[in-house]
């Protein structure tokens, strides 16, 4: 097992009704700055229930709706100006990935005054901690399980083409309530995507090469076999109870640190992903979706032992020899991404060669030049990652 | 699933040679209370490095050693009035859980007002937290795998026959340090009691009935499985890193709130444990490996469900009726706990039915009268259960 620190403070408040603690998570006479997304909080009534609750104790509280998928920084801006102009002490992000992403930004570039004028600079860090001192206190408000940013201290925002992350401990949510009942009304092809991400984010921290991590493996693994007992239950069954729980607390276990610490992580299916959407505007989860079965047959070699533990633990594949075993396991795996409605090709998103040229140049100017667990993933070899999945 | 609050604060510094980190854990200009048990880590050397990383930045250290094994009221408030005496802001608990649930105890008492001059009453409030405003600041240096007291609110200290718990979320560590090779002087036999402990606090969260928590469930049967993969293994050689290292992070993963967030929890045998503990000085792990198979004969369709899973998931066994499945997967457990040297029946103790009686008293003047995740363990139940093990 590797060496690692862990340590994340989130407050976590799980459970059908658990709105009725939000009154009690932030500070009384609090000045709240409510964050949404594009206004399906209004329609389904979440944001009503969520200012009733913040109405039961003297605070002040204002909105700012409208983030967009992939939250832009000139959106994240405009609610940075309002949240200094009017003073504002917590920042309370009611929806999916994106809102809470971009609330982290907005906590971190409201005090910041290091980069007071330039806060752009602000996504220039990477995977490395944003250098202030402080951020506003944020909570969140589930309403989509997919991107585990209700417990983590880790952003993506864009910038023009750009898809940047943006890292701070400052950011961990002091909590986060997580009801799967606010998640029913979500169309399907959202809860898709985060079946699909939370799948991506787990075997990017599992499947890369051996560290006698036995915890961390198994727990990886209950996460994939549990995404894909209910995945597709919970897609044409949005009010069953249990499965949406069970996809819920999977997307947050998938990304809160836990599986990742002390065993390599790979993060390539991730960041080429990232440049695609940044280019083509395919959703996240779809982008990841089309890499992951052509980094594998890729990389084959470099994770045979994860990808053949990947076929007889996750997919209980125990005829065959080796190689067939890991055809197997990703045949499979796509399988499971076509039974939830994704696509996991390029050309299903019209993109060609000529279109591999374009992100491979983006993975270049963004400095993705040795990408993976092992640090050989360059732009000739990402080319032919993206060339198997065209 | 069910509904449930998670919240763990704790930092985590984990691997080889991680004391480095404990200078910037502590304030400076602090003043420290170490706390340890019998003197183990003076001989080991581990005392002293800790003071060498101490005396890096100025800050007063004073000591207190002598902990014993299900630390003693008594002893404990020796410490609380040193702590008092010499001002002491920050408590470092060097050692396993003994000295770790002591060091809680020291934490809260020291500066419970509430309390002073009664402090006996700090033991009286069950499962339930202690009503106090306040307590120090504590870390822990791990040289012992087992309570998971490094990650969690919990202790348990004894006062004459009784052994009590003590809950507080004041008492969360701010760090642990888990350093496995910190632990490869251990006696055997103490190794083997991890192994044993962190095993029963699983099964305690997971063999249950079905709540629809799949992570929880998996997350558990992975802890299982390790252990029974690593048990033999790092007994017999105890300087095998990743083996003890496995053991080590089980051991804190098992009793975090993790696996049990969101499930039904037992705890029976725990508290009957306790009891056979209390009143003939038994380790704790031994009496766990006692009433552990008796529990299960006893309660065989309280928990038919979710044996049946466990004789399945972990042991793998697929042949045989539901009873026989449940029988083997018993009877596997029983073959490990004796493959590690402990034991699994009361007469190896040299427990009789007289003995038995007073364990009943016992759980009756402790209130411990409707045990389990049914609560309708009554003590009538629980002598039934004692004499399956005799």
Partial sequence: MQNFNFHNPTSIIFGKGQMKQLDSQIPQNSKVLITYGGGSVIKNGVLDKV???????????????????????????????????????????????????????????????????????????????VPVKRALPLGTVVTMPAT??????????????????????????????????????????????????????????????????????????????????IGKTTVDNPTDYDARANLVWCATMALNGLIGAGVPQDWSIHMIGHEITALFHVDHAQTLAVVTPAMWRMRREQKREKLLQYAERVWNIAEGSEDEKIDAAIARTEEFFHSLGIKTRLSDHSINEAGIERIIQNLEKHGMVKLSEHGDITPDVARKILQKAL
Same sequence: chains 1, 2.
């Fill in 51 to 129: 200012k009733t609750e913040l109405a039961k104790s003297p605070r002040e509280v204002i909105e700012f709706g409208g983030i967009e998928p992939n939250p832009k920084f000139e959106t994240l801006m405009k609610a940075v100006e309002i949240a200094r102009a009017e003073e504002v002490d917590f920042l309370l992000a009611v929806g999916g990935g994106s809102v809470m992403d971009g609330t982290k930004f907005i906590a971190i570039a409201t005090v910041a005054d290091e980069f007071k004028g330039e806060e752009e600079k602000i996504l220039g860090f990477g995977f490395g901690p």
């Fill in 148 to 229: 585990g940013s209700e417990m983590n201290m880790g952003a993506v925002v864009s910038r023009g083409e750009d898809k940047m992350p943006v890292m701070s401990p400052l950011t961990f949510p002091k909590f986060s309530i997580l009801d799967p009942e606010l998640t029913y009304t979500l169309p399907k092809i959202q809860v898709a995507n985060g079946v699909v991400d939370t799948f991506v984010h787990t075997v990017e921290q599992y499947i890369t090469y051996p560290a006698e991590g036995r915890f961390q493996d198994r727990t990886a693994e209950g996460i994939l076999q549990t995404l894909i007992e």
